[in-house]
């Protein structure tokens, strides 16, 4: 797991823009990994960021359920920029046809208290046919 940050900014004066937590779960592809990537894209804290699988998402060539890590769960805030990374399995893993679908839903709650939510799908078929990245070192070779 990793975190990093990065806020958002407007497109042509380079200022930050205030838009306020945005909480999202993607799928990012590095060096023939999938990577589970929960995000505050948004210029404020995010506070009890959750991720509910709607199914059991297992990873690791099968021997870690990733749904239940209590990364999803156990959050008390999301800082804005910042992120946490969890590998999922290697892009060439074989998966069941029910494992390269998952749908989630995202919740958290910003300073005031208010709730906010999203559902995201993603489908890992989607990246097949990919090369995988490389070191750079080993192009060299």
């Known amino acids: 797991m990793s975190v990093e940050r990065d806020v958002p900014a407007d497109r042509n004066t380079g200022e ?3 838009v306020g937590p945005e909480v999202v779960l993607d799928v990012e592809v590095r060096a023939g990994a ?9 210029t404020s804290t995010a506070f009890e960021p959750r991720v509910v699988f709607e199914a059991e998402l297992v990873g690791l060539h099968g021997t870690m359920v990733v749904s239940q890590l209590p990364v999803w769960t156990g959050l ?4 804005p920029g910042c992120r946490v990374d969890v590998l999922l399995d290697a892009q060439s893993a074989d998966r069941a046809p029910e ?9 958290y709650l910003d300073a005031a208290g208010r709730a906010f939510g999203r559902r995201y799908r993603h489908d890992l ?3 097949l046919g990919l090369p995988a990245l490389l070191d750079s070192s080993r192009l060299d070779s």
């Not at 999938?34 to 948004?42: E, K, Q």
């Not at 494992?99 to 919740?107: D, G, W």
């Open 76 to 79: 008390a805030m999301l800082r």
């Open 125 to 127: 078929d989607t990246y």
């Open 99 to 107: 494992q390269r679908t998952f749908s989630v839903e995202v919740s």
């Open 34 to 42: 999938f990577v589970l990537v929960l995000a505050n894209t948004g």
């Open 16 to 18: 930050p823009v205030s």
